[in-house]
């Protein structure tokens, strides 16, 4: 497995903006539904968006309406557009595929909201 590495995260205030990237194998890419997930309390990951290669996307509750994950097919990246950050969305944010496949975690890309 490829360990993925995420990229974008960063300190803002709240009601900010960040882009988060991350680069995948593209027979990963190409194949299978590839998304963004973020490190909760427990130490487990919460979905937070995914795209399927056939356009069709999907969000966690807490972020619809305000994040908006894109696919670059050229570049087998995903691309995390997150707005109005609120202070709960303070954590590590990880890419993967979904389901995710337990051996690809990177180190993820921290992003820390300020109140």
């Known amino acids: 497995q490829v360990q993925l590495v995420e990229s974008g995260g960063g300190l803002v205030e709240a009601g900010g903006s960040l882009t988060l990237s991350c680069t995948f194998p593209?027979?990963?890419?190409?194949?299978?539904?590839v998304g963004w997930y973020r490190q909760t309390p427990g130490n487990q990951h919460e979905m937070v968006a995914v795209?399927?290669?056939?356009?069709?996307?999907s969000y966690g509750q807490s972020v619809k309406g305000r994040f908006t994950i894109s696919r670059d097919n050229n570049k087998h990246t995903v691309h995390l557009q997150m707005n109005n950050l609120r202070p709960e969305d303070t954590t590590i944010y990880h890419c993967n595929k979904f389901p995710p496949a337990p051996d690809s975690w990177g180190q993820g890309t921290r992003v820390s909201v300020s109140s």
């Open positions: 593209g027979n990963i890419f190409n194949n299978y539904p």
């Open positions: 795209s399927q290669p056939n356009g069709f996307k």
